[in-house]
């Protein structure tokens, strides 16, 4: 059939405008009408990334115990902020998890290890020696306890040492030997338990949150 001439092809070229016309329109109108769903479903995925990281970080800060602001010198860590009005949100919901007491800043500092300085985690069933000096305080106390903060049963039911008990070298350095069986010297009794912590709480110390010198701070070695 031959191409349309004059009025007869000017019509047809009409028409195919408003086939395209229409067409346009529809596409327009169909995704226009899917926009507030899309929206809808990209503000729903973007909370739930939100709140999976959310919960995530504060069940991480909770089982490991890492609130923010803290300082590690050798194979210890302290948080100096959690006996301040500066504690973060992190530890205070770790605090209200463990029901511990805080030290304040003004009356000294605690520091917890719970892996050797090899970066093995202490097993009771192993020798440990903590040795070396001390931070500058005027008391100081090492306790053991198990992973959920309890204190770890034994037959001398000895938890720990504090610096007015400890027998010190000569030049006042310490060797404190935790085991499973006695050994002559500083023992501190395990128990015999798979996992344990050591708390070392420093009190009327210089060591704290306005401190900048923190991680220079001479701790005890634990080998």
Aim: net charge positive.
């Amino acid at each position: 059939m031959p191409p349309p001439k004059g009025a007869d092809a000017l019509c047809a070229v009409i028409d195919k405008r408003r086939q395209n016309r229409r067409f346009h329109q529809t596409y327009i109108h169909i995704y226009s009408a899917g926009r507030p769903v899309r929206l809808l479903i990209g503000l729903l995925l973007a909370f739930a990334v939100a709140a999976g990281v959310g919960l995530g970080t504060t069940l991480y800060a909770l089982q490991e115990g890492t609130p923010f602001g803290s300082f590690t010198v050798g194979s210890w860590t302290a948080w100096p902020r959690t006996g301040t009005p500066d504690i973060d949100p992190y530890a205070r919901a770790l605090i209200a998890r463990s029901g511990e007491l805080p030290i304040g800043a003004g009356d000294g500092i605690a520091f917890i290890a719970t892996k050797d300085d090899e970066g093995a985690a202490l097993d009771g069933r192993c020798d440990v020696v903590v040795s070396g000096v001390t931070p500058q305080a005027r008391f100081w106390t090492l306790t053991l306890y198990d992973p959920e903060g309890r204190l770890v049963a034994n037959s001398l039911k000895r938890h720990g040492f504090s610096s007015q008990e400890v027998v010190r070298k000569s030049d006042g350095a310490i060797d404190i030997i935790i085991a499973p069986r006695a050994r002559a010297g500083n023992w501190l009794p395990t128990g015999g338990t798979e996992r344990y912590m050591l708390v070392m709480r420093f009190y009327d110390s210089p060591i704290g949150v306005a401190s900048r010198t923190g991680r220079e701070t001479p701790m005890p070695a634990v080998k």
